[in-house]
């Protein structure tokens, strides 16, 4: 079965690069997905990668994907105060006609002034 | 523009009772899911609705109703809520079937005592 991993917790200082790590099971997966939480609220996609790119940068934040390994990593750059929040990888894959996601457990953010 | 709108925000309900958890959205959007998110699990896929009349199963169905006579609202019912059903529960809607592109709510955190 489908399966997403990530570590619960990351704590860096402003001003300085974050990377959050993500790793999944299904190798079928065609989209992989960073989704950004902030306290109190829903998720907010922050961006996405077509299963068949390593890389995608967009502005402050760059995604790799390494197919082989099933690894996902999102890094941004010069962290602010403001990023603080829970990350979600999120991986997707054909079921039927509609493509089913699976999140992962979600990785909280702390920003250090 | 409203985008997905969850009420209520904040529920307690009695063991056995019954509910139903509103979401609309006014984006036109024929995808609909819901979500219940736990301490460490991540998001699970509870019901999604691929247009109005067509709903499915998620990972997560037992004890909980959909149905989606419009494309704009897609209610989830509790039928006899239990204790194992606290939870902050999430709708989302996309625009495609690429399901993780999606809108996320507000959340209602609903807690069954």
């Known amino acids: 079965g489908e399966d997403v991993e990530q570590s619960l917790f990351l704590s860096v200082r402003e001003g300085d690069s974050s990377v959050i790590n993500c790793t999944y099971t299904?190798?079928?997966?065609?989209?992989l997905y960073w989704y950004k939480q902030e306290p109190g609220a829903g998720l907010q996609l922050l961006t996405y990668?077509?299963?068949?790119?390593d890389m995608k940068q967009d502005q402050r934040l760059t995604v790799l994907l390494n197919k082989k390994d099933k690894h996902l990593s999102l890094r941004i750059a010069d962290t602010q105060t403001g990023d603080s929040a829970i990350y979600f990888c999120?991986?997707?894959?054909?079921?039927?006609?509609?493509?089913?996601?699976?999140f992962g457990t979600g990785t909280k953010l702390q920003v250090i002034p | 523009n409203a985008g997905v709108t969850q009420t209520p925000k904040f529920q307690v309900l009695k063991t056995g009772q019954s509910m139903t958890l509103q979401c609309a959205q006014d984006?036109?959007?024929?995808?609909m899911s819901w979500y219940r998110q736990d301490p460490g699990m991540g998001l699970r896929l509870i019901h999604y609705?691929?247009?109005?009349?067509?709903?499915d199963q998620g990972e997560v169905p037992n004890g909980y109703n959909v149905s989606r006579s419009t494309t704009e609202d897609f209610p989830l019912r509790l039928l006899s809520a239990a204790p194992s059903q606290t939870s902050v529960y999430f709708c989302?809607?996309?625009?495609?079937?690429?399901?993780?592109?999606?809108?996320f709510g507000q959340g209602t955190r609903l807690t069954v005592v």
């Open positions: 989302a809607s996309s625009y495609s079937s690429r399901g993780a592109e999606a809108f």
């Open positions: 299904d190798s079928s997966s065609t989209y």
């Open positions: 990668i077509f299963s068949n790119m």
């Open positions: 999120a991986e997707s894959m054909d079921s039927g006609g509609y493509q089913k996601v699976t």
């Open positions: 984006m036109n959007h024929e995808y």
């Open positions: 609705s691929v247009g109005a009349g067509i709903t």
